[in-house]
């Protein structure tokens, strides 16, 4: 099998998407990302997967935190936004989680800090410790076969 066999098939799966975000410094960054599941419900935690080339690798490691945005159907621009498939530069206002930024109005926003961390292949998977949560009624931006999707036209509704 070759990388983009093996991609295709990732894509099979039905993905939330997510922005996870983090404070250095006094500067907010954030990324796109649909690596992201449940761990553990005692104690509570989390867990992303972050690229071995992305900047937001640093930013978690040095920060020790970081805050899970799960978005909504309406949140499409700010995904291609942070996934840097908008480059114009916009004003993104945040609001806060305890010591961290969260996207508003996502569907939840987690805010965690690291529990452990694991470098497995090109990727770094952080463990988070869920400190806070805030969610929000609505439905779910979803990612399939490498495009963004409403779950509407997912199922068959008869």
Do not use: W
């Not at 939330?16 to 250095?24: A, C, H, M």
Request: charged share 25%; glycine share 6%; with cysteine.
């Amino acid at each position: 099998m070759d990388d983009r066999m093996f991609r295709n098939a990732m894509g099979k799966y039905v993905t939330g998407v997510t922005i996870v975000t983090t404070e250095l410094d006094g500067e907010v960054h954030g990324m796109t990302a649909n690596a992201f599941m449940s761990v553990s419900l005692n104690p509570r935690l989390v867990l992303i997967s972050i690229s071995e080339n992305a900047k937001m690798l640093g930013k978690i490691n040095a920060s020790k935190k970081f805050a899970v945005n799960i978005l909504s159907e309406d949140q499409k621009e700010i995904s291609m936004l942070f996934a840097g498939q908008i480059k114009e530069k916009r004003e993104i206002e945040f609001d806060r989680l305890g010591e961290l930024p969260v996207i508003r109005e996502s569907l939840a926003n987690i805010s965690c800090k690291v529990y452990s961390q694991h470098v497995e292949g090109d990727h770094t998977l952080f463990v988070g410790e869920v400190t806070d949560l805030v969610l929000r009624d609505g439905d779910p931006l979803t990612f399939y076969e490498g495009k963004y999707c409403e779950i509407a036209k997912l199922v068959d509704i008869n």
